[in-house]
């Protein structure tokens, strides 16, 4: 299984970018996706997370700024990011949650390689 994320770039503070994640490798089904970052200097952290039945969950850090959102049909994850603040620069990450593929009972969790998100003047 691979995931592997788009989208990222320079942008000014108050602009857009989406990001995107596609999960590729024989898969049945898909649980989950969710973004993490990471700042300069700090841990890796969770900001959003999306179910394939449908409920979300925001870091207050992007809460009303970020969207995250999945196509299950794709095994693809997006997030929509406005408002765009220089503490969001970060290499953004995205995770599959419980990816099942074709024959495995049980799923598992995969990392994408991550995306540079630099928000600058």
């Known amino acids: 299984v691979v995931l592997v994320e788009s989208g990222g770039g320079l942008v000014q503070p108050g602009g857009s970018l989406r990001l995107s994640c596609t999960a590729s490798?024989?898969?049945?089904?898909?649980?989950?996706m969710a973004w993490y970052r990471q700042r300069p200097g700090k841990e890796r952290e969770s900001i959003a997370v999306?179910?394939?039945?449908?409920?979300?969950h925001y870091d207050d850090s992007v809460k009303g700024r970020f969207t995250i959102s999945m196509d299950n049909a794709k095994h693809t994850a997006y997030l929509q990011m406005n408002d765009l603040k220089s503490e969001d620069t970060a290499t953004y990450y995205c995770?599959?949650?419980?990816?099942?593929?074709?024959?495995?009972?049980?799923?598992?969790?995969?990392w994408g390689q991550g995306t540079q998100v630099t928000v600058s003047s």
């Open positions: 995770k599959g949650l419980g990816v099942r593929t074709v024959g495995d009972d049980y799923g598992d969790d995969y």
């Open positions: 490798g024989n898969i049945f089904y898909v649980n989950g």
């Open positions: 999306a179910t394939a039945s449908g409920p979300t």
